[in-house]
């Protein structure tokens, strides 16, 4: 298994434009989810996604949109990127199910580090 | 909601030396609690868990315990090695039915084994 997966791994964007980050586990997990993480503030939930076509808001949702078509893929939009969404995005993918607590483990990608200048 | 304080926020120890990273939470229905490992330039990474019906876990040189009374758990790693030296992020989650609860993180707290 690959895990999850997130391109692309940089990126720098000009204010303004719009992009896409991928997130793709092969776990077959229910679960997904966006964090983003600044100095000095951990990570804080963007959206989340308890099962395709079912999206919800966390914590700082402002600025990024999510869909959630197929179980193995979540992506991330910023429709119209500002300088404060600056940061790294990590996705994480987790089992949502009936096999009971020792397989909720979050699995987290490996992190786009986006820059907006 | 949930809020999770975590300290300190830098901790320096020799090589060999017990490190103790300490977190505290606000919701009392919280019930999953989980540390995460970041190394540089990487995500971070699941390395022990409890839940609120346990006091006391432990995984080789990593032990996690939970007071659920005054809200607040520790990440105990012994004999530590300059391997260790990473940023460590406490979290806190409800746990329902079967699925997993969002997680609310701590701000992370920065871990150097001096050789």
């Known amino acids: 298994n690959a895990g999850v997966t997130q391109t692309p791994k940089f990126q720098v964007l000009k204010t303004g434009q719009s992009m896409t980050l991928q997130c793709a586990q092969d776990m077959n997990h229910e679960y997904m989810s966006w964090y983003r993480q600044d100095p000095g503030m951990g990570l804080r939930l963007i959206h989340y996604s308890v099962g395709a076509g079912i999206t919800d808001q966390g914590e700082v949702p402002n600025g990024y949109n999510v869909s959630r078509s197929t179980t193995e893929d979540f992506p991330l939009r910023l429709l119209s990127a500002a300088p404060s969404q600056t940061s790294v995005y990590f996705c994480?993918?987790?089992?949502?199910?009936?096999?009971?607590?020792?397989?909720?483990?979050?699995?987290f990608g490996p992190g786009t580090r986006l820059t907006v200048l | 909601g949930e809020n999770v304080e975590q300290h300190p926020s830098t901790l320096s120890v020799q090589e060999g030396d017990s490190a103790v990273i300490k977190c505290t939470y606000s919701d009392s229905a919280s019930n999953y609690f989980p540390w995460y490992k970041q190394e540089l330039g990487k995500g971070p990474q699941l390395i022990i868990d409890?839940?609120?019906?346990?006091g006391e876990k432990k995984d080789q040189r990593i032990a996690v315990t939970l007071n659920k009374t005054a809200k607040h758990f520790s990440l105990h790693i012994t004999e530590t090695q300059p391997e260790d030296s990473a940023v460590y992020f406490c979290a806190a989650s409800i746990y329902y039915g079967g699925s997993q609860g969002n997680l609310i993180f701590g701000k992370g707290t920065k871990l150097s084994v001096k050789p």
């Open positions: 994480a993918s987790s089992y949502q199910g009936l096999a009971g607590p020792s397989t909720d483990t979050q699995y």
């Open positions: 409890i839940r609120s019906n346990v």
